[in-house]
């Protein structure tokens, strides 16, 4: 990525995107979180988008409404977190109130809080610590209890960041039983970034 950083938080329109422009927009912003512990950032290199209620890989599909779905029905840049596998993904809300879509943070390249974000991997390879969207949450603090703000004020924000010189896309990661929406063109990265998850499985389509 190029270019001067400009760290000034997103306005809300930002967040007005088509889904699909606003998940290769996010790429190279910067995306920052605030704890008791100290502040923790990392510029977004990788994202998929999840388009609900027609999206087989979506929690929304078919306008699926759950108490764990329903900020996905609410304003563009909300923060929609949820847990797999014990660990919490972060999601940025898109479409619109009442259109539940939503956009997933794959992966961040470290900037700030270095120290902090090692300590919480325990590990010292840089490049493995945010390279995975569990991976990410637990280096930067992002919890259940962001579930609901807006990204347009701390603790949890994205700011603007940098330019990618180039953008890569390909199917998503994990949604083998989502029929044809398996195949779907919805992740992008961005090309050369060492930091992207499963870098050895990707297939560069930029």
Same mark, same amino acid.
């Given at each position: 990525?190029?270019?001067?950083?400009?760290?000034?938080?997103?306005?809300?329109?930002?967040?007005?995107?088509?889904?699909?422009?606003?998940?290769?927009?996010?790429?190279?912003?910067?995306?920052?979180?605030?704890?008791?512990?100290?502040?923790?950032?990392?510029?977004?290199? @990788?994202?998929?988008?999840?388009?609900?209620?027609?999206?087989?890989?979506?929690?929304?599909?078919?306008?699926?409404?759950?108490?764990?779905? @329903?900020?996905?029905?609410?304003?563009?840049?909300?923060?929609?977190?949820?847990?797999?596998?014990?660990?919490?993904?972060?999601?940025?809300?898109?479409?619109?109130?009442?259109?539940?879509?939503?956009?997933?943070?794959?992966?961040?390249?470290?900037?700030?809080?270095?120290?902090?974000?090692? @300590?919480?991997?325990?590990?010292?390879?840089?490049?493995?610590?945010?390279?995975?969207?569990?991976?990410?949450?637990?280096?930067?603090?992002?919890?259940?209890?962001?579930?609901?703000?807006?990204?347009?004020?701390?603790?949890?924000?994205?700011?603007?960041?940098?330019?990618?010189?180039?953008?890569?896309?390909?199917?998503?990661?994990?949604?083998?039983?989502?029929?044809?929406?398996?195949?779907?063109?919805?992740?992008?990265?961005?090309?050369?970034?060492?930091?992207?998850?499963?870098?050895?499985?990707?297939?560069?389509?930029?």
């Amino acid at each position: 990525m190029t270019g001067k950083t400009n760290h000034s938080i997103l306005p809300v329109d930002f967040y007005e995107q088509p889904t699909l422009e606003l998940a290769k927009s996010l790429l190279g912003c910067l995306l920052v979180k605030e704890t008791a512990a100290g502040t923790a950032s990392g510029f977004i290199v @990788e994202t998929e988008a999840y388009i609900g209620p027609l999206d087989r890989a979506a929690h929304s599909f078919g306008n699926r409404r759950t108490k764990r779905t @329903e900020v996905m029905f609410g304003k563009s840049g909300l923060i929609y977190t949820y847990v797999m596998h014990t660990h919490t993904l972060v999601n940025v809300v898109s479409g619109g109130i009442e259109n539940p879509e939503a956009i997933l943070i794959r992966a961040v390249e470290p900037y700030s809080g270095l120290k902090l974000m090692q @300590e919480r991997r325990g590990i010292a390879d840089i490049r493995k610590w945010t390279d995975g969207p569990g991976k990410l949450t637990k280096a930067l603090g992002i919890t259940m209890e962001d579930y609901g703000r807006s990204f347009t004020s701390p603790p949890l924000y994205l700011a603007a960041g940098k330019q990618p010189e180039h953008i890569s896309s390909g199917p998503r990661i994990g949604i083998d039983n989502a029929g044809e929406a398996k195949d779907y063109s919805w992740r992008f990265w961005v090309t050369g970034s060492p930091f992207i998850s499963r870098r050895k499985k990707l297939i560069n389509k930029g």
